[in-house]
């Protein structure tokens, strides 16, 4: 069973770090900030381009990450973020 990435949701570029330099981001950016490619609608500027970070490109949406809402899916992702830390 697929899962389709939520429309307007945005947790996946507002909750994870990203180590990455970026167009404006030159140092990637830290947990908990809203990345500033994310849109109004909360979709990503970068999507398609080559200089979207690869962690980004790597990102596969599913429920276990995602959850129900954009609320669950920044808790489950933070959650993800601290265990990783190092």
Excluded: W
């Excluded at 490109?57 to 601290?82: D, H, M, P, T, Y």
């Amino acid at each position: 069973m697929s899962f389709e990435c939520r429309q307007h949701c945005g947790a996946c570029c507002i909750a994870p770090s990203i180590n990455e330099p970026m167009p404006g981001m030159p140092e990637g950016k830290p947990a908990g900030v809203r990345c500033l490619h994310l849109d109004e609608n909360y979709g990503c500027q970068l999507f398609g381009k080559p200089e979207r970070p690869l962690l980004c490109e790597q990102f596969q949406a599913e429920a276990s990450v995602c959850g129900e809402n954009r609320q669950q899916a920044i808790k489950l992702i933070n959650a993800l973020e601290q265990a990783t830390e190092s």
